[in-house]
């Protein structure tokens, strides 16, 4: 027997040795993944001794959070008044710093949830923004819209109107007001509301659902103070649920809707979720300025200092027409229900005539329609969160909305009698969040590091035993072709005349003239 080429027992060990450590490798991944699993169990549910307890309570140290404004100036006051189709433009961003932290927070180990309120402040920013806070506007009078639209809800709602008519009430508003950003962010004395306040209080002896106290601003009264109070999932008994809302004032639903699906509450507030988000996930947000639960579906991948990210965003059917999505049916207030791209909150409101849809009537067709000079756009004006997939933080969003005043035409008050009815557009909010570097190098030092590391080391036992194989088989292949050409170059040593396609092995003259005899007898 002849001897091999190549030495087979290392051969056969190196093989055997490379093999085991890729397999090794390549079975670790999953078993890495529960490493992670447990890793997380320790690190992300909330109690009094978690490590990320601080940051959770208080994350200004670790989170850029700004509230911006956008109003719409009126160009054509004149022309609306008389039934003419609205043009507005854009003033902004007006900038506000946002700070919020959690207050009062209790934990409750039995049912493994934590409540708290979170005060929300703002401070002006007049470096972000394009002007200070006198900066002014021409928009539509919405106290008084609001107060005849809600007068008109009363029994004796046309009555109060006629008396107020007849006391010069009415008779003395304009229809339209030049204010300042911080006037309808904080509040201005609107006289109507007092008179309006007196003769409701003291004639007809009712009240409207809103307390008149003769000021009216979008957060008049309101910063510094909270939406209320919010009970959490806090993981202590699985991270499945982790910080979603199970109860919002003491309340496990909603009051607001038609139904027990819309008044649903779903989800988380948009900052955390569970961990090892898939794309195929529809997630939900509970948000109070919505009154409602929304969800949000994955968009696209995105990258944060290498960090990556899934981008989830509201389906193009949020705020659909009933008529054609079912879902959509219950959050309509009264008997007739908004077009596409909006959504009636007058029953969160108090009654007040607000509807909140998307900047720019962004998927709100029939409303882009009755306003000139809005430019709806998809990267600007819908909202979003970045998720950690991981670990189900998140990295950075953005809430985008807008506050429209729905106007309708009365012929009681000269002031609306020719107006169009329509859903007049005020201003859109951005609440914005992002983590910045000092957060991001936390949360790189207690979760995504251990994550790079684990796949590290994964991948790094398959190249490893794949390497090992792979030089071992090529170590095999070269050894062959040299036996082979050793082997060719024997052969024209002994043959001179030998040549490519000359045998390496001749038959013998004996073996050739045994043929032909035997060739011969066949024959025969």
């Not at 008389?82 to 209790?106: C, L, M, R, S």
């Not at 402040?121 to 539509?140: A, C, K, P, Y």
């Not at 199970?246 to 819309?262: D, G, Q, R, V």
């Not at 819908?382 to 950075?396: H, S």
Request: with cysteine; charged share 20%; aromatic share 12%.
């Amino acid at each position: 027997m002849g001897k091999c080429f190549v030495p087979l027992v290392p051969v056969i060990a190196f093989l055997i040795v490379g093999t085991i450590i890729l397999i090794v490798g390549a079975i670790l991944t999953p078993v890495f993944v529960d490493i992670l699993h447990n890793e997380f169990k320790t690190l992300l549910p909330m109690s009094n001794e978690s490590a990320t307890l601080d940051t959770w309570e208080d994350p200004r140290d670790s989170v850029d959070m700004y509230m911006k404004f956008y109003f719409f100036n009126l160009e054509n006051p004149t022309e609306v008044a008389a039934g003419g189709k609205p043009h507005v433009t854009q003033k902004g961003p007006f900038v506000y710093e946002e700070i919020k932290v959690k207050k009062n927070v209790t934990f409750d180990t039995e049912s493994s949830t934590a409540s708290f309120v979170s005060p929300r402040s703002m401070v002006f920013n007049r470096s972000l923004s394009v002007g200070d806070e006198n900066t002014t506007f021409v928009t539509i009078n919405v106290p008084f819209i609001a107060v005849i639209t809600m007068l008109d809800t009363l029994p004796i709602g046309q009555a109060v109107i006629s008396a107020a008519i007849r006391m010069g009430f009415v008779t003395n508003e304009n229809l339209f007001k030049t204010l300042t950003v911080y006037e309808l962010l904080w509040g201005y004395k609107d006289n109507l509301m007092v008179d309006v306040s007196f003769l409701l209080k003291n004639v007809f002896h009712v009240s409207l659902p809103i307390p008149l106290d003769g000021y009216f601003g979008f957060f008049y009264k309101k910063n510094g103070t909270d939406d209320g109070l919010y009970t959490v999932k806090t993981g202590q008994d699985g991270l499945q649920q982790y910080m979603e809302i199970t109860e919002w004032n003491h309340n496990k639903s909603l009051p607001y809707w038609k139904t027990k699906y819309c008044n649903m509450i779903n989800g988380t507030d948009g900052t955390m979720y569970h961990p090892f988000i898939e794309k195929t996930e529809s997630l939900s947000i509970f948000s109070s300025d919505l009154c409602r639960s929304i969800n949000v579906i994955y968009n696209s991948q995105h990258f944060l200092q290498d960090v990556p990210q899934y981008r989830f965003k509201p389906p193009q059917s949020l705020f659909d027409y009933p008529p054609e999505n079912e879902d959509s049916a219950c959050y309509c207030v009264g008997e007739t229900c908004p077009h596409g791209g909006v959504l009636n909150i007058s029953a969160c409101q108090e009654g007040a005539p607000v509807f909140v849809s998307q900047p720019h009537f962004l998927n709100g067709d029939y409303y882009l329609n009755t306003i000139d000079g809005l430019n709806p756009n998809e990267t600007l004006h819908n909202t979003f969160i970045d998720i950690e997939p991981t670990t189900g933080i998140v990295m950075k969003g953005a809430k985008r909305l807008q506050m429209n005043l729905a106007v309708q035409r009365n012929a009681y008050v000269s002031q609306l009698s020719e107006i169009r009815t329509m859903l007049y557009p005020l201003l859109w909010l951005e609440e914005s969040a992002m983590i910045n570097d000092k957060g991001m190098e936390t949360f790189k030092q207690m979760f995504f590091n251990i994550q790079q590391w684990i796949t590290f080391f994964s991948y790094l036992l398959i190249c490893v035993g794949g390497g090992i194989d792979a030089l071992t088989l090529l170590y095999v292949l070269v050894k062959y072709l040299k036996h082979r050409k050793q082997q060719k170059e024997l052969a024209k040593s002994v043959s001179p005349d030998a040549n490519e396609q000359t045998p390496l092995l001749k038959p013998s003259l004996d073996v050739q003239q045994d043929d032909n005899d035997w060739a011969k007898m066949i024959r025969t």
